[in-house]
């Protein structure tokens, strides 16, 4: 039996050492996440849009995005620097909003990191960028200056209730988007051995990730 000890879940290499072996994360997991960013880039932005029309269909997970965002937005091609001005209610709301398009934009570049990353090790700085997307989500002191400027001038506090069912919602449309590819022996794709690898590999990820969720 392996002992570990409670409060030194406190460190994030620490955690993630006990995380990541109670599930059975190992760097092949890594490895094909990695592998998979050729596929899941293409499909980022029909998964945004599943993902912010979900969001947008309650307007307790919408109300998230009405405050004041970030002081600058992301476009596509560059950024603005006018200060984004809020809607009254989450029924002004819709998927090319600036608020949902920063939004959208900032999961966008969430997804990307993960599936670019090649270190997969407790001390990897991907851990740390994730700890601190959980910071900033809820509101906690100790957000990286970066993720600071993302949360703009009203803040960001979301509660972990939505948190967690926003990774679930994630997962079953990655799940989805990848298993719905063609097979390699038909259209170029994955055959199904690896499609699974890779949906169980980023359902770990996510995992991990509600996980630092809970620890904030």
């Known amino acids: 039996m392996t002992h570990i000890p409670a409060p030194s879940l406190t460190h994030l290499p620490t955690r993630l050492a006990y995380t990541t072996s109670f599930l059975a994360f190992t760097p092949a997991d890594g490895a ?3 592998a998979s960013a050729p596929l899941i880039a293409p499909l980022i932005p029909a998964l945004l849009d599943v993902v912010y029309t979900k969001l947008l269909s309650y307007d307790i997970t919408a ?7 970030a ?3 992301s476009t596509g091609a560059g950024t603005s620097t006018s200060t984004i001005s809020p809607p009254t209610s989450p029924a002004d709301l819709h998927l090319t909003h600036p608020h949902i398009a920063h939004r959208k934009a900032f999961l966008r570049a969430y997804l990307l990191k993960i599936a670019r990353n090649d270190d997969w090790t407790p001390t990897s700085p991907l851990w740390a960028y994730m700890d601190a997307v959980a910071i900033a989500h809820t509101g906690a002191a100790g957000a990286t200056a970066a993720l600071k400027r993302r949360r703009g001038p009203g803040g ?20 989805g988007a990848v298993l719905g590819m063609e097979e390699e022996q038909q259209a170029g794709g994955p055959d199904l051995a690896t499609k699974v690898g890779v949906v169980r590999a ?3 990820v996510l995992w991990l990730q509600n996980d630092l969720f809970a620890r904030r």
């Open 32 to 34: 094909l996440i990695q």
């Open 63 to 69: 109300a998230a995005f009405v405050p004041p965002q």
């Open 71 to 73: 002081p600058t937005t």
């Open 156 to 175: 960001l506090r979301v509660e972990y209730m939505q948190l967690g069912l926003l990774l679930g919602y994630v997962a079953d449309a990655v799940a």
């Open 202 to 204: 980023w359902g770990k």
